[in-house]
Every structure is written in structure tokens, then in C-alpha cells.
């Protein structure tokens, strides 16, 4: 069963066209990596499926109860903001319907907690979030995406600017939760989400591609970021890692 169906879906920003007819089909369980360069169209795409941009051509069918769990892109998020890690995660609840002086519940509380508890971040639970860590700071993001109790979960680039345990610590997080949940993820991190996704989807204005990611070859990876990749094998079985240049790396 797709949970998420696009259909010929065209967003413009004034002159800009940021998503030319996108055709995507995400399926109930999936573990869908999204790669492609700066300024390809991966946070319209996810915005689009949020319900936050309207399209200019097309739709997007929503086939699962919603609200979806969104962890929004790092760099669009205040972290100066004068707030708490535990009020950060129980706004995660309110879906928006924020009311002045809103008094949460006992059991929100205890749901926040329990989630925390689960991520190992409870011990930060009063601390302001400008006092955390990178890691630490995107594990309370994803602890709030979670008070919805989401079917669906939406990151974009969870990873980012994370040193390389961290990125590994939360892709075994997004593991475990896809257990019971599909996950879109976007990511430049190409050689770590590899041995996490089950398909990657590769935009650059179009979908360039939408499949099985050993399957993915150079030339398409080529179209889609302009400039050469390296495709590497290692591990004991083979399987390929796919390896952006430098400057496409964040
Ligand atoms: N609110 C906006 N108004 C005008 N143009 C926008 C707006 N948001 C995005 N764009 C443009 O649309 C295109 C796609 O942007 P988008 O943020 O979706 O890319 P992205 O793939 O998420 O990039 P990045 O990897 O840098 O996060 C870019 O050319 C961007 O400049
Ligand atoms: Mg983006």
C-alpha cells in the first residue's frame, strides 16, 4: 500500500520553478532517503507533503492518518530561542493550536518524559535548549516529532553538521522507529544513510530517479548533481556507498 501518492507535481516560486513534475510513491514501512544538491527541491517536496505549500500543478495523496511527525531542517530552527527541553517536546503536541498560558496535561508530561527517556535525553529535560549539543538538540527534535505519534515521520537533514557518531546513533534511532513507521529522510550524508535506507529518491529540480539504492548508478547521480561522484564498495558484503564531492557536502 503507498501511504504517500505524488501526482505531477509542479511548485513555482514566483519565477522560480523549484519541483517540475515529481511522480513519487512512498510505501507503507519504507525507509525513503532523499538526496540531491542544494537548492534541489527537497524541503519544498516535504513541505509540499506537510501541507505547508499549496502546489502550483498536481497533488499529493495522503493515505495514512495523519499528523505527521516533522523534524524540520536544522539550520531553520532558532536554537537561541529562550525555551526548555521538555516545553520544546511538549509543544510537539499541540499541532499547532498553541494558546496563550496552555497548561499541558499529567500525561502529556509523562508521555514527554517517556520519549525522552527512550532517546536518552531525559537527564537534559529542564535544560535550555541553547545549551545543548548538535546531537543532543536533534535527538529533542525528533522526541518532539514524536508526541504526535506518528505513522509517517518527515526529517530533513537530521544529520547535518553532526560528527560522525552522532549521525550513526541517529540513524539507528530512525531504524528502530521505522519499525513501525515509514521515514522520508533528506541527507547529503550519501555514504551513512546508505546502509540505513531501502530507497532513495534523487532530486535536482526533477526526480531524477526513485528506487532501490544499489541500483543507483553514477550516470544518474552525475545528471543530478552536475559534477562527478564516487561510487566505492566496501564491508564485507558488497554493497555501494555513494560518495558526493566535498563541496556538496554540509
Ligand atoms: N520561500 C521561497 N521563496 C522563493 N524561493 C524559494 C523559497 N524557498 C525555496 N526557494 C527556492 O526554491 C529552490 C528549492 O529550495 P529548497 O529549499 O526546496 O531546496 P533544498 O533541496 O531543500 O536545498 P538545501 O539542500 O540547501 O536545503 C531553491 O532555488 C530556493 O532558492
Ligand atoms: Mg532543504
Redo the contacts with the bound molecule.
Sequence with gaps: MNVIEVKDLSVD??P?R?LDNINLQVEKGEFLGII?P???????LLKVLLGLIKPNHGEVEINFKKPIGYVP?FSHFDREFPISVLDVILLGALEGKIKILHKFKKDQVKKAEEIMKSLGILEFKDRQISQLSGGQLQKVLIARALMVEPEVMILDEPTASLDANSKTEIYNLLKLLNKDKTILVVSHDMGVINSYIDTVACLNRNLHYHGDDTKLDQNVLEKVYGCPVELVAHGPTPHRVLKIHEEDEK
Design positions: 516560486y514566483g522560480v523549484a540531491g542544494n537548492g534541489g527541491g527537497k524541503t519544498t531542517q
